[in-house]
């Protein structure tokens, strides 16, 4: 049965909106639940889901959305929502309270001091209230998507000549001074900066730095538009000038996925202050400007190890025993299996594993794809790798970080197909995402392995993020997946199971 909540002229941003909806979904009984703003788009989602009477609903009202057989159930799952969304009203402490700030002046007066404006409002009015923060001296963390492209280079232009960051749009992922903004990874400080145009790209490169001993000083992600010839690297360009003038900032990784030529060319055109690596990821072409003092490399874990010898830090083994692994599985695995299937959480790990694997097997079909063919549907017997975070996706589900349901789906469809060989996943731990994401894939996997075919399994994480690390990797491997070191050594042992190839789990980028 279908049950709606309206709350009428009650704005909550996409943050607490995701929070929400986990922990409804959490709710035993529960088949489906969504908290939502009542946008003319969401609206029709929910129309399409099955639920009714919608139709005094504006864009400003919020709406709790449960379906369940069990009444208790959904009492239940909207009680948890309603919690969680006006908890911090709630606690305040009655009468003599604060009132709850309305706007921007009002929670700067409720807070002193503040220098970072975090934004997550629907896109059309995201520029808006980021040209306040700006004009309030504040830094912003733009979380807000769908804006407009002239918008973000007006915020990002007004930005520089204010000497303030504007990381965004589309900004999942920063962590300033130690405090980890949007989804980020609990790391140790350390020496290295990061400026990533890429989400899931900062999260594993801050990731690989923790895990092998060096940490991280400052994550500035400038959004996934920033090196475009139209944006022309604005923030990038600040965020290497404010790590430059960082006193604890010893070196400087940027991360990208293939940017404008022309952007990185000029970017990376000047003699860095500091030593300085840029990982753009899928980079296909030579760079004629790039300065000699400054190393460039196509892969996340390329440039966590180029970083890592540019201080003099000793290289950790990024193989461990994956080929074996490789080797013991493929002699079992019918030869008329051939094909991998990637289902991702993080955007940028599908691309980079794209990237990878394709030297290797061939073109690979995708919702991203690198070549413009290379689209989905995908013809009959083709790789396939798919990022479950695009918003084709996600309407009126939660990210598969959040709430790894959507993706078990997609998982449950390789079972009773006799032609996959290997399925591709990430997991990625951190702040935002779920509390434990392995338990939830794990069984699936085994029922996938169980069918013929392989799983090979990444987890993003470190030891201090809430989920437990090695945790989440023992319970991987308790199902019978293998286990990389990092994301780009996953899509090799990918596509080393599809060519029979132990050996390609060595290679080089």
Same mark, same amino acid.
């Given at each position: 049965?279908?049950?709606?909540?309206?709350? *009428?002229?009650?704005?909550?941003?996409?943050? *607490?909106?995701?929070? %929400?909806?986990?922990?409804? +979904?959490?709710?035993?009984?529960?088949?489906?639940?969504?908290?939502?703003?009542?946008?003319?788009?969401?609206?029709?989602? $929910?129309?399409?889901?099955? @639920?009714?009477?919608?139709?005094?609903?504006?864009?400003? &009202?919020?709406?709790?959305?449960?379906?369940?057989?069990?009444?208790?159930?959904?009492?239940?799952?909207?009680? $948890?929502?309603?919690?969680?969304? @006006?908890?911090?009203?709630?606690?305040?402490?009655?009468?003599?309270?604060?009132?709850?700030?309305?706007?921007?002046?009002?929670?700067?007066?409720?807070?002193?001091?503040?220098?970072?404006?975090?934004?997550? !409002?629907?896109?059309?009015?995201?520029?808006?209230?980021?040209?306040?923060?700006?004009?309030?001296?504040?830094?912003?963390?733009?979380?807000?998507?769908?804006?407009?492209?002239?918008?973000?280079?007006? +915020?990002?232009?007004?930005?520089?000549?204010?000497?303030?960051? =504007?990381?965004?749009?589309?900004?999942?992922?920063?962590?300033?001074?130690?405090?980890?903004?949007?989804?980020?990874?609990?790391?140790?400080?350390?020496?290295?900066?990061?400026?990533? %145009?890429?989400?899931?790209?900062?999260?594993?490169?801050?990731?690989?730095?923790?895990?092998?001993?060096?940490?991280?000083?400052?994550?500035?992600?400038?959004?996934?538009?920033?090196?475009?010839?139209?944006? #022309?690297? $604005?923030?990038? *360009?600040?965020?290497?000038?404010?790590?430059?003038?960082?006193?604890?900032?010893?070196?400087?990784?940027?991360?990208?996925?293939?940017?404008?030529?022309?952007?990185?060319?000029?970017?990376?055109?000047?003699?860095?202050?500091?030593?300085?690596?840029?990982?753009?990821?899928?980079?296909?072409?030579?760079?004629?400007?790039?300065? &000699?003092?400054?190393? !460039? /490399?196509?892969?996340?874990?390329?440039?966590? !190890?180029?970083?890592?010898?540019?201080?003099?830090?000793?290289?950790?083994?990024?193989?461990?025993?994956?080929?074996?692994? =490789?080797?013991?599985?493929?002699?079992?695995?019918?030869?008329?299996?051939? *094909?991998?299937?990637?289902? @991702?959480? #993080?955007?940028? +790990? /599908?691309?980079?594993?794209?990237?990878?694997?394709?030297?290797?097997? #061939?073109?690979?079909?995708?919702?991203?794809?690198?070549?413009?063919?290379?689209?989905?549907?995908?013809? &009959?017997?083709?790789?396939? /790798?798919?990022?479950?975070?695009?918003?084709?996706?996600?309407?009126?589900?939660?990210?598969?970080?959040?709430?790894?349901?959507?993706?078990?789906?997609?998982?449950?469809?390789?079972?009773?197909?006799?032609?996959?060989?290997?399925?591709?996943?990430?997991?990625?731990?951190?702040?935002?995402?779920?509390?434990?994401?392995?338990?939830?894939?794990?069984?699936?996997?085994?029922?996938?392995?169980?069918?013929?075919?392989? =799983?090979?399994?990444?987890?993003?994480?470190?030891?201090?993020?809430?989920?437990?690390?090695?945790?989440?990797?023992?319970?991987?491997?308790?199902?019978? /997946?293998?286990?990389?070191?990092?994301?780009?050594?996953? %899509?090799?042992?990918?596509?080393?199971?599809?060519?029979? &190839?132990?050996?390609?789990?060595?290679?080089? @980028?």
């Amino acid at each position: 049965m279908h049950e709606v909540q309206v709350l *009428r002229d009650n704005y909550k941003d996409s943050v *607490r909106l995701l929070e %929400a909806t986990r922990s409804m +979904l959490a709710v035993a009984g529960i088949e489906y639940a969504w908290a939502l703003m009542g946008t003319p788009a969401n609206l029709e989602t $929910l129309a399409g889901e099955g @639920f009714e009477n919608l139709d005094e609903t504006s864009a400003n &009202d919020l709406v709790l959305a449960v379906r369940s057989g069990d009444p208790e159930s959904r009492v239940a799952a909207l009680e $948890l929502a309603n919690d969680i969304l @006006f908890a911090a009203v709630r606690s305040s402490g009655g009468d003599d309270a604060a009132p709850q700030a309305t706007d921007l002046a009002g929670a700067m007066a409720q807070q002193e001091g503040s220098n970072v404006a975090i934004i997550s !409002v629907p896109g059309q009015y995201a520029s808006l209230e980021a040209q306040k923060a700006l004009s309030a001296g504040l830094d912003v963390l733009l979380f807000s998507d769908n804006v407009p492209l002239s918008d973000e280079i007006a +915020l990002k232009e007004r930005a520089r000549d204010l000497g303030r960051l =504007v990381m965004g749009p589309g900004a999942g992922t920063a962590m300033i001074a130690g405090t980890g903004l949007g989804f980020a990874n609990r790391v140790k400080p350390g020496r290295v900066g990061i400026v990533a %145009a890429a989400g899931t790209g900062a999260q594993e490169a801050m990731a690989l730095l923790d895990r092998w001993g060096v940490g991280v000083s400052h994550v500035i992600g400038v959004g996934g538009r920033d090196l475009s010839t139209e944006v #022309g690297g $604005l923030m990038a *360009r600040a965020g290497i000038g404010a790590l430059e003038a960082d006193p604890g900032t010893d070196a400087i990784l940027l991360v990208s996925k293939p940017p404008s030529p022309e952007v990185a060319e000029s970017l990376l055109g000047q003699a860095p202050s500091k030593p300085m690596v840029a990982a753009l990821i899928g980079l296909r072409e030579d760079l004629d400007g790039v300065h &000699d003092d400054i190393k !460039v /490399c196509n892969t996340l874990e390329q440039g966590v !190890v180029l970083s890592l010898e540019r201080m003099g830090v000793e290289i950790p083994d990024r193989i461990g025993d994956t080929p074996e692994a =490789v080797a013991e599985l493929i002699t079992a695995i019918p030869q008329s299996r051939t *094909r991998l299937v990637g289902l @991702f959480s #993080g955007g940028t +790990l /599908c691309y980079e594993a794209m990237t990878i694997a394709t030297e290797h097997i #061939g073109p690979i079909h995708s919702n991203t794809p690198l070549e413009k063919s290379w689209t989905v549907p995908a013809p &009959d017997g083709a790789h396939v /790798c798919l990022d479950l975070g695009e918003e084709e996706h996600t309407q009126g589900l939660p990210h598969p970080m959040i709430d790894p349901e959507a993706r078990i789906e997609w998982m449950r469809k390789q079972i009773a197909d006799p032609s996959v060989a290997v399925v591709l996943l990430d997991v990625v731990l951190g702040d935002g995402s779920h509390e434990d994401p392995a338990s939830l894939l794990a069984p699936i996997a085994a029922e996938i392995i169980a069918s013929g075919a392989t =799983v090979v399994a990444y987890v993003l994480g470190t030891e201090l993020d809430p989920q437990g690390f090695e945790y989440q990797r023992k319970t991987l491997r308790d199902a019978g /997946c293998i286990v990389s070191e990092t994301a780009a050594r996953a %899509a090799l042992a990918a596509a080393a199971i599809v060519n029979r &190839d132990p050996a390609l789990v060595h290679s080089d @980028f």
